[in-house]
């Protein structure tokens, strides 16, 4: 299918080759810009960039690093684009109810630009200067707390019994103290954890309860040596072994190691603050308001109650 190829030459990062698929299949247009057709729509870069622009920045990278998502994005668009084309030759653009449903989507994405422009014409201070000075008034705010990455091995409980769980947790205990070097191979044939295909049994932060269950992250904390194996540890999920990794104690760090993420946390706390000020001065403005057809919407669409007075 083309929009597949259209998409592993995109993940591929080949360019040439997606203008060579587009050329090749006749798609009018400029090569590099349009990434697939269907019927006689198109899905350009140009309509992704306006898709990603609507995300926060943070999230992007994740959410295209992913080619079932890419597929799914590009599939969904080119459907809507189809829809809205049938919808235009029914003349449903010029439908009043439509027109307006059109008007607030192009309100809300110039509100939506307004605000970024906000915030990037926005003068900012010398954050690192205000930053040294937080780091001096509150050290304790940027105290790093103790530091236990473990791995660990669970046995499940779900599809067998409690008995031969624990009987399987004492064998992989036992096996991990005889040789603690293949704890990793240990967790590739023994663990039930589902997680272990991405991360490989490592748990980091291990002893925070708040992550953890309780009996997890206390077992995690009693682990003082790295290398030292863990008793069987009984949960929810069943049984673990744990194996502790890397253990440093809380420390406070100096202001050199802690000023990039002070000066980004002030500098988004201001950004954000002057953006709350704009907006709250557009929101307290004074607005003329007809009372009676504000009432009636409590029923225009059907509830058939009131349940205040117009004023409330």
Do not use: C, W
Not at 4 to 26: D, E, K, N
Not at 72 to 82: F, G, N
Not at 236 to 256: C, D, M, W
């Amino acid at each position: 299918m083309l929009l597949f190829r259209l998409l592993a030459a995109l993940l591929a990062g080949s360019s040439a080759l997606i203008a060579t698929i587009v050329t090749a299949q006749g798609l009018p247009g400029a090569p590099s810009t349009v990434l697939a057709q269907q019927g006689n729509v198109q899905v350009t870069i140009e309509d992704i960039d306006a898709f990603a622009q609507g995300m926060p920045e943070a999230q992007r990278a994740g959410f295209f690093g992913s080619p079932t998502r890419i597929e799914s994005l590009v599939s969904s668009m080119l459907l809507q684009k189809q829809l809205a084309q049938e919808a235009r030759a029914l003349g449903a653009d010029k439908e009043p109810a439509v027109e307006k449903q059109v008007e607030q989507a192009v309100d809300a994405a110039l509100a939506k630009a307004r605000m970024a422009r906000f915030r990037a014409d926005l003068t900012l201070p010398d954050f690192r200067t205000l930053a040294k000075e937080d780091f001096i008034a509150h050290k304790e705010k940027y105290r790093i707390p103790e530091k236990v990455d473990v791995k660990h091995v669970l046995i499940s409980t779900k599809d067998r019994s409690v008995e031969q769980a624990s009987a399987i947790a004492d064998g992989v205990r036992n096996q991990a103290i005889a040789h603690p070097d293949q704890f990793d191979a240990l967790v590739e044939e023994y663990s039930d954890d589902p997680s272990k295909s991405g991360n490989h049994g490592l748990m980091t932060d291990a002893g925070d309860s708040r992550k953890y269950v309780p009996e997890f992250a206390a077992a995690a904390k009693k682990l003082k040596r790295v290398g030292e194996i863990s008793p069987v540890v009984k949960t929810a999920f069943g049984f673990h072994v744990l194996k502790l990794v890397e253990r440093a104690p809380a420390r406070t760090p100096s202001f050199e190691e802690a000023q990039d993420a002070i000066v980004s946390e002030l500098r988004s706390t201001f950004i954000e603050k002057e953006a709350q000020k704009h907006t709250d001065t557009l929101r307290n403005r004074p607005i003329e308001a007809n009372a009676e057809l504000m009432a009636s919407l409590r029923s225009r669409y059907g509830t058939g109650e009131v349940l205040s007075s117009p004023a409330e």
